[in-house]
C-alpha cells in the first residue's frame, strides 16, 4: 500500500514537473530521460483528470451520464492523439527529425496532460455554473468555450516544446514547422468530429439517457443552434 502511495505521488510530481518547468521537461525529453516513466504518469493523472470533469459536466443530466462522461471525456482527448500521431511521427521522420516513436509520443501527451489539468482548475467554476443555472445551452457553450481556451494553450505548448527538442535536428526543419502548424489544426478537427462521434458528454436534462446518440448533423451547427438559443433567437 505505501509503495502504491510512493508511486502515485511520482506521478503528479512527473505533471507538476512539465507545468512548473517545460523547458526542463522538454530538455529530458529530448535527452530521453525515464521516457516510459513519465509517460505512465502523465497516462495516469491525464486520465484521473479528464475522469473527474467529465463526470461533473456528465452529472449536469443524471448520474449515469455523468459516469458515462467520466469515460467518455478521458477516451476522447487520448484516442484522439493516437488517431493524429502517426501523421506526425511519419512526416518529420522523413522531413529529418531524429526523434523516436516513444519520444513524439509522450511530446503529444503533454497536450493531453497540460488540458487535463487546466479543466481540473477550472471543475469549480463548472460545478458552480452547475448547481446555479438550470439554461443547459448556456452550460453547454461555457464548456465549449472552456475546452477551447485549455485546447490552445495545451497545443501552444506542444508547438512551443517540439520546436526546442528540435533544435539539432536543422535537416527540413523549416518543413517540419509547418507540418506541426498543419498538424494541430488536423488534431483539432478529429477532436471535433470524435467528439461528435461519442456523444452526449453533456446530456441535455430534458432527453433521456443515451450512452451513444445516432449521428446527425455535425458539431459545428451544434454549437450554433446553442448560440441562438442563448441569444433568443430561437
Known sequence: MLEKKIDGKNYFNVLIGLLRDRQNFMEEIRQGVRLQHKIIALLVCSSLFFGIYGAIIGLYHSVPQSLSAAIKLPCLYLLTLLICLPTLFIFNIFFGSRRSLTQHFLLVLTTASVISALLLGFAPVTLFFLITTDNYQFFKLLNVAIFILTGVIGVNSLYQGMQLISEEDT???????????????????VGSQLGWIIRPIFG??????ELVRQMQGNIFMDIGNAIAEVLGFR
Not at 506541426?180 to 488534431?187: A, C, G, P, S, T
Open 204 to 209: 441535455n436534462p430534458a432527453s433521456p439517457f
Open 171 to 189: 535537416e527540413g526543419q523549416g518543413a517540419r514547422k509547418k507540418i506541426l502548424q498543419f498538424w494541430l489544426i488536423l488534431y483539432g478537427f
